[in-house]
């Protein structure tokens, strides 16, 4: 159950300042279709975050439980990093055909490989023994955050203070992943 919590937080507050969301809002309003960017969503996010709980399961059988925690702590550490570089804009497909659920579907499974939700949701499979609550949890948070973005738009995305949010998460990000590791290693 503690997997879900994580992840729900983690897919809460990474997302809040990440690329999926911004590329959801720039796509509603480019395509004036809200609802199929939102249904794309609904698909791709559990989809990518699934197969991450299902990559953090296989890895489980390989790992001890120390070392599980200090790959926790590893992509704890990774997240926050990424989190303290300025976010490079999403892909406008501006030239691209098709509606708003088919490009969404395309835009959102393609930011979602490589997320850095995505790797924090395969080290809390990892150390869950029910991986797939990383994976709802994460989904749970993700979307929470891109319906909202979605809903508003991209002109209420530029009255955020997305960069002070990106660096406080990437910080928080990087002393908690520190002390799971010193945790891990047994240093207290």
Known sequence: MDALVAAFVAGLLLQAGDRIPWFTAILADRLRSTTGVLIASVLAIPAGYGVAAVAGQVLAQHMSPNASALFLAFMLISAGGAGLVTLKPPNRFESGKGGGFVLGLIGVLSLLLGDRTQFLVVALAARSPTPAFAAVGATLGTLAVV???????????KGLPIQVFRIATGVASILI????????LRLT
Do not use: K
Not at 147 to 157: D, F, K, M, P, S
Not at 177 to 184: E, K, P, Q, R, S
């Open 147 to 157: 319906t909202v973005a979605t809903l508003a738009g991209e002109a209420a995305r």
């Open 177 to 184: 992943g520190l002390i799971v590791a010193v945790n891990a």
